[in-house]
């Protein structure tokens, strides 16, 4: 696929690009896979390119590190779980971040009014909503017949090759006998042909203009009814939807689209249904219900004493009948005369020639294409109109679905639309939405905190406005969730979300996030110090959040890298990390511009486990796990000379941190 939604590959048929562009807008990913012959997954990367380009902006230009893009990738698949079409789980999971505060505004927006409409409805309701969602897929197009295209000239075939690829048969037909050739392979034959040639006059052979060759509804009206009728079930969802809940009526998501023309193809599907049924007849099947009927009255007459010249007059009103039946005109009503009565001097049993009703077979299926062609033609050009009304019908509906989505996720996990910043990044009550998930399973209860780097409105005590922030304190107290939690409020804000705080102020900047799994996993020095690099490589302001880099080397020289990361930042970023080599950062770093925090433990349970107070405390050195290690040590000793030790050590130890300026 080309990078741009509106170039299409070059190997796409003309004719499929509304459909393509159709299916890529709704995030119809089921649908957008046959249509470019490739597989679901790749279908959805051409949706994500193709909202990156709406966008503005690429994944990788906001999110700036596989860390962050791993998070976004967690974040859509949970919100997807509630999603109930396939296509409103796509449109979770093709969401793309911006960086434009219009746009952002206006995704909010949307947000909000979702959140509303879905707070309108009782249990019941929203469970028949659901239900209508359930219904409401887009079917596979199917096709029963490939069109084949006859021409007199050569030139016009490579016209009719671009817009239709592999999609249409053409051939070259410079003689009679070469179409009635064409004709015994397939049939009905659109012969493009000028109105004063002379055509071939054989059923199954259909005459178009040439300037009908672009016109779908006249070379390929089967695809266009079947793109319809693939919809019919999600446009029979909204109309119900729109019709049976009131609360619609004071919603801008379902305001200003036609009803009464989605009713109007609904009742054009089904009258072309009602069509299509009428006329199917099987002729085979039809001649041996005749033939036995037949039979069955000759018995008859044989037994009442009736003779010949009965059973003849009997046969002639029922040939009459079948051929009005079979709808038979001139040749082919001939045709069955002939069949009827060549056999009729050999006696009973009847039986209509076989030789007679082979060739009747083959007018009969010609004409019964024809008039297939000719149907779905009529209904194609009635149904094109509404076209727009429909697309526009089912954006609404499978956007509502990912917004009821939304409002869902929201509830359950406690999230609120954040205020955008342009000078801070801080939450109240924030809160690791992966833990709330745990949560929600069962699991331990989450613990709030409130956190900001840099200058925001949220009056958190003790927390000085300074754009850099180093976070210490002892293993398992929360360092690395806070940083989760500040990674996904920022990726939430930037794709328009709520976010799990009581209250948020994000700026849209660039997220660039270093966990301390991705440097565990490198293992390397050199790959670590690269990727690091790449916070200098981009000019302008960006968020940094990064996790304890101790283990890549020596203390001592890793507190001297750190320091100088964090002292060249660009202006205006805004940036945590974590680290237990403060006191070896702490010659080589701007106390002027970066701020230092600590998470405390409270002591020990009755278990002898640590007790942490996840809440940081700003511009304080939380307690190290060596001390919090000793503590437990020696609450476990008797012996007076070893308890001794202890405390000589635990003295050292906060004698450094109360040396902390």
Not at 41 to 47: G, H, N
Not at 262 to 267: G, I, P, Q, R
């Amino acid at each position: 696929m080309n990078a741009h939604p509106d170039t299409p590959p070059a190997s796409l048929p003309l004719f499929l690009h509304d459909s393509v562009a159709d299916a890529v807008a709704l995030s119809a990913v089921d649908s957008l896979a046959p249509l470019l012959g490739i597989a679901v997954k790749e279908a959805e990367k051409v949706v994500l390119k193709a909202n990156e380009c709406a966008a503005g902006f690429t994944v990788r230009e906001i999110l700036c590190t596989n860390e962050t893009r791993e998070i976004l990738r967690e974040l859509v698949k949970l919100l997807a779980s509630y999603a109930v079409t396939k296509t409103g789980m796509a449109t979770c999971m093709t969401r793309t971040p911006t960086l434009d505060p219009d746009a952002l505004r206006k995704r909010f927006d949307d947000v909000r009014e979702g959140m509303r409409l879905h707070e309108l409805l009782d249990g019941e309701q929203i469970a028949a909503v659901q239900e209508l969602f359930a219904k409401a897929e887009i079917a596979p197009i199917r096709f029963d017949t490939t069109p084949v295209i006859a021409t007199r000239r050569r030139g016009l075939e490579s016209k009719l090759q671009e817009r239709y690829g592999d999609y249409v048969r053409v051939a070259v037909v410079d003689s009679a006998a070469t179409a009635q050739a064409l004709l015994r392979e397939a049939y009905p034959v659109l012969l493009v042909a000028d109105a004063d040639e002379i055509v071939l006059d054989e059923p199954g052979i259909i005459s178009i203009p040439e300037h009908a060759v672009a016109d779908d509804s006249i070379v390929y009206p089967e695809f266009v009814v079947q793109s319809f009728r693939a919809k019919s079930a999600a446009i029979a969802a909204f109309v119900q939807l729109v019709t049976e809940f009131d609360e619609r009526k004071t919603s801008s998501l379902l305001d200003k689209i036609s009803i009464p023309d989605l009713e109007a193809v609904l009742a054009l599907l089904a009258e072309l249904a009602r069509d299509e049924s009428a006329h199917k007849v099987n002729l085979a099947d039809t001649v041996l219900s005749w033939e036995e009927a037949i039979n069955q009255e000759a018995r008859f007459i044989a037994q009442t004493g009736g003779g010949a010249d009965d059973f003849k007059a009997y046969l002639d009103e029922a040939v009459i009948s079948m051929a009005d039946e079979l709808q038979l005109a001139g040749e082919d009503r001939d045709l069955l005369l002939e069949s009827a009565y060549e056999n009729l001097e050999r006696g009973p049993p009847f039986e209509f020639s076989r030789a007679h009703t082979i060739r009747l077979q083959e007018h009969y299926a010609r004409r019964i294409a024809e008039q297939r062609y000719f149907r779905l033609r009529d209904y194609a050009t009635r149904l094109i109109p509404y076209e727009e009304a429909v697309n526009t019908a089912l954006k609404r509906l499978f956007y509502l679905d990912f917004l009821f989505a939304v409002a869902r996720f929201s509830h359950e996990f406690g999230l609120t639309i954040p205020e955008i910043s342009s000078d801070g990044l801080g939450v109240i009550k924030g809160r690791n939405l992966f833990l709330v998930d745990e949560e929600l399973k069962g699991g331990e209860t989450v613990v709030p905190i409130s956190y900001s780097v840099g200058s925001t409105d949220l009056g958190i005590f003790g927390a000085t406005p300074l754009p850099v922030a180093i976070l210490t304190g002892a293993n398992s107290g929360g360092k690395t969730c806070l940083l989760i939690t500040l990674a996904t409020s920022m990726i939430l804000t930037e794709l328009g979300l709520p976010v799990p705080a009581e209250r948020a102020e994000i700026p849209l900047l660039p997220l660039y996030l270093y966990r301390r799994k991705m440097i565990k996993k490198t293992g390397s020095f050199e790959y670590s110090m690269r990727a690091l690099s790449r916070i200098f490589m981009r000019e302008g302001p960006k968020v940094v959040l990064i996790d304890e880099l101790e283990a890549l080397t020596e203390p001592g020289a890793m507190g001297r890298i750190m320091a100088a990361l964090l002292n060249h930042l660009p202006a205006s970023t805004r940036a945590v990390m974590i680290t237990h080599l403060i006191h070896e950062l702490r010659p080589h770093i701007d106390l002027k511009k970066i701020r230092v925090d600590g998470i405390e433990s409270e002591g020990l349970d009755a278990t002898g486990n640590f007790i942490v107070d996840r809440q940081p405390l700003f511009n304080h050195i939380g307690s190290s796990t060596p001390e919090l290690v000793i503590t437990k040590l020696m609450s476990r000793v008797r012996k007076a000379k070893l308890r001794a030790v202890y405390r000589e050590i635990l003295q050292a130890l906060e004698k450094e941190r109360d040396a902390w300026p």
